[in-house]
């Protein structure tokens, strides 16, 4: 049987794969500045390290603040060196700096990606999660 995190992985991959996941706290703020429709799940990262970066734990309450504000459904999850794994391009050979992933959004998903089951499986969770008064729900992305 496949964990929660689990499928929030598969999703994000198929996001990445289709163009539709927008990294980086700036650049996720500024996307949903133009565009609150335009995204279906913000996944904040952190790990224990980021806890006391008083900056990032700032950006990360404006963005709950607006997500929960624009019926968007948000994650916390712990395991950046996991998302990196999944998300990171492996021929990156060209020494740029690797991508913010402490902020993702998945954006203006295609009609195959809107209805898959992953999708709807993290959007039932973070679903439950809200019937428990748990508002952000916390997952933590195991390194493989």
């Known amino acids: 049987m496949e ?11 198929a996001a990445h794969h289709h163009n539709c996941l927008t990294a980086g706290v700036y650049e996720s703020a500024k996307f949903l500045n133009e565009n609150p429709d335009g995204a279906v799940l913000c996944v904040l990262a952190a790990d224990e390290d980021d806890e006391d970066d008083s900056a990032l734990q700032i950006h990360f309450t404006l963005l709950q603040s607006f997500c929960y504000d624009n019926y968007l459904d ?5 395991g950046m060196r996991r998302l990196t794994q999944l998300l990171e391009d492996t021929n990156n050979t060209n020494g740029n700096q690797p991508r913010d992933l402490h902020c993702i959004l998945v954006t203006n ?9 992953a999708l709807q499986h993290v959007a039932k969770f973070c679903e439950e999660s809200r019937s428990r008064y748990e508002w952000v729900p916390r997952l933590e992305l195991q390194d493989r």
């Open 3 to 13: 964990t929660i995190s689990d499928t929030l992985e598969h999703l994000l991959v």
């Open 74 to 78: 948000i994650l916390r999850v712990s």
């Open 109 to 117: 998903p295609p009609e195959q990606l809107l209805h898959c089951q």
